[in-house]
């Protein structure tokens, strides 16, 4: 599996357990065509589901093993046979370790492969990787006191390639629901106010109809699912055409001891551009060099051009194994709306962020984390279908927030790069005007020549020989020092994101009027829309030995169920009685929570479910607009969902009144 190996097989073993009628049903179908009297047959498989999943990217593959724990029956369709051994996204942050955490050993998995803390620490801006550096960040530098105080984890750094066979061998060892079908492609899809029907073929033309209560497209940047349902994104699609160039070199990371770093930033008159180092024990490297079409051709960057560009990034000849060259598009793109119908979009199709900042991959897994619940909260009833509304109000919102994030992170590249003379903006500018000329066939060869020359002569300004060079070095020292670079932790963009908060008005155009966050100035408070703020727990209960939790592991082994957070201890009794009174009428999926109240003074009437434990709630800062903050509603994504103000009493009916304006119903 680490090796990419055997994941037919696993598709395989998956698919052998599909006859138990409680996770799937697959049907032969048979469709006839009348022709002169005689009927054509079309075997065609039906497999039926509950929840069907195109693509099998690290949001597919976590809303597949979220909804299989909650016994939601599920189906991944992903079109490629084999993981990629491109490394895409590689920085995993707070949040999504947080939900990692919950998924069985994928936290410690993730941990364990990640490479030492000293190995991507620092970003470095240099004129050769392993020449003269002009400055560094370490991101780290304060990172241990405010991240033990934040969350019960620390951020990883592990390439996709590295991280989906991880999420493959939960899938298949852990999630009695999900079935994986590698090597299919979705073709089509109908839907209907009872089920949304979609069609898949391999390789073979082999066909096969997946009938559904509900579909998620999680399929990618080119999303068919979204186009088919009719979604468009919005926003601007062509920031900047990037040349990806995935090559390993051991003879590098040895090189490199002592002046490790995640990031290199490379500027000097060759070649302009980044160094990505994914894996210093395996040798891992992936160049990121600007590249100009139509002026420039992809068929330019041939495996001996690319070898000499990474020679002149890297400052020595040094051996190395070009693995994969590929153009990318850098876009800042959001889907206009993230569900139709029964249709949803999570991941790549519904947003795609520059990558500055790395929220790209991480607000993908938050989106299966937002919508994994609902989706099973109202397949089994503990849920009116109106739950399902709110996916798209949360989550586009924090997309369109990443999006600025990005863009914003994008810009301080772009002030260091203007540092050294070089502007992206005025170098897109300069080939699109030469660009109009090009079309001339004539005077392609001269104008391509000539546009060549002007981007040589843009990159002669990082010479070290200009007169410029003390002012560069004076004004870089100076954005790497106040915070105006790029950073690589954004704790309140990463855990302090709020439901709740306005939407940001965002035409898909203009940089909305937004400023982000400085790292320093994130406290975490209780507030509807946000993320219960970790907190140190000590169970009452005898038989557990007084151990200890922390809230986002509280909530995680309880995400089955709402928790009702009491607060305020001197309101215990009215409480216990008020909710042993409306789970007596109509069983909601709620487990109490009585922090600082003793068991004993409860015990008469303790329904032997609710916990007790305690709390040093005075690090916890309310935000409740005036009220009493008395219980805290904490949704099974550990989101709060209502701060209650028990100052005039708590009654059954109060209560029940709260729980059904959240859009719970009673089980059955």
Known sequence: IMQGAGLSRISTALLSRLPDLSRGLLVREQRRDVHGGRAAKEEKETLRTSVAIVGGGPSGLTLSILL?????????????????????????????????????????????????????????????????????????????????????TRVAHLSQNRLLPLLLKELGTACPNSTLIMGENFVDLRQNSRSIEIDTINRQGQKKAILADYLVGADGAHSRVREMAGMKMEGEACLQSIMNIHFTSKSLSKALQGREAMLYFVYNPHVVGVIVSHNMEHGDFVAQIPFFPPVEKVSKYTKEYCLNLLWKAIGENLDLNIRNIKPWTMSALVANHFSTGRTFLAGDSAHLFPPAGGFGMNTGVQDAHNLAWKLAYVLNGSASSSL????????????????????????????????????PQLANGVVSAISAVNQLPSFQQPVEKFANSILALGRSQTSPRSPFRPMQ????????????????????????????????????????????????????????????PHTILTFQDPCRNRGTCSSIDLIGDNSHCFLLLLTNARKAADLQKAMLEVQQACDYAITTVFLNCQVDELAESWN???????????QLLFECKGSASDAVVIRPDGHVAEILDLSDGCSSEYLKGKFRSLGLKPQD
């Open 473 to 532: 070095q004076l004004y870089l020292n100076n954005l790497l020092t106040q915070e105006r670079s790029l950073r690589l932790l954004y704790p309140e963009e990463d855990i302090g994101f709020c439901y709740s908060e306005p939407e940001i008005l965002w035409n898909g155009e203009d940089l909305p009027n937004w400023k982000k966050s400085q790292r320093s100035s994130f406290s975490p408070a209780v507030k509807v829309g946000s993320r219960f």
């Open 388 to 423: 399902l509304h709110t996916y798209s109000e949360e989550r586009r919102r924090v997309a369109i927030k990443n999006t600025c994030l990005s863009l914003a992170n994008f810009e301080e590249t772009v002030k260091v790069a203007r540092t050294f003379g070089l502007d």
């Open 608 to 618: 032997g479910k609710d916990l007790f434990m305690d709390a040093d709630l005075s």
């Open 68 to 152: 299989s724990k909650f016994g939601v029956n599920n189906v991944v369709v992903e079109k490629s046979e084999t993981v990629s051994e491109h490394p895409q996204a590689h920085f995993i942050n707070t949040r999504t370790m947080e939900i990692f955490r919950q998924l069985g050993t994928l936290e410690d998995d993730v941990q364990n492969l990640s490479p030492p803390l000293r190995e991507w620490r620092n970003f470095r801006y240099c004129e050769s990787v392993l020449g003269h550096m002009f400055g560094k960040i370490d991101h780290f530098d304060e990172y241990a006191e405010s991240s033990d105080r934040l969350s019960p």
